[in-house]
């Protein structure tokens, strides 16, 4: 199936900025951050990118959210 043109830019986009929250609040907290091991960040990667059809569902949820606030988008 093919990816709609702009889940993948939006997932990119919102996932980032979902990182940026997470990081600035960490570091807002003053304490030393701990950073995952590269085995595990590796793990963690290759689970993630086992979900390829995640950000096209995520994407298709959000449009069924904007049919029913306002349709008027899809003009």
């Known amino acids: 199936m093919p990816v ?3 889940s993948g830019p939006l997932m990119t986009s919102t ?9 600035v ?6 304490k ?3 950073v995952l091991s590269d085995a595990v960040a590796e793990r963690t990667a290759r689970d993630w990118e086992s979900i390829a059809d995640f950000s096209i569902a995520h994407f298709e949820e959000m449009k069924k959210v904007l ?5 008027s988008y899809r003009d």
């Open 4 to 6: 709609p043109p702009a």
């Open 32 to 34: 030393p951050l701990r």
């Open 25 to 30: 609040n960490a570091y807002a907290t003053g």
């Open 15 to 23: 996932c980032f900025e979902r990182a940026c929250q997470i990081l």
């Open 67 to 71: 049919d029913g606030e306002d349709p």
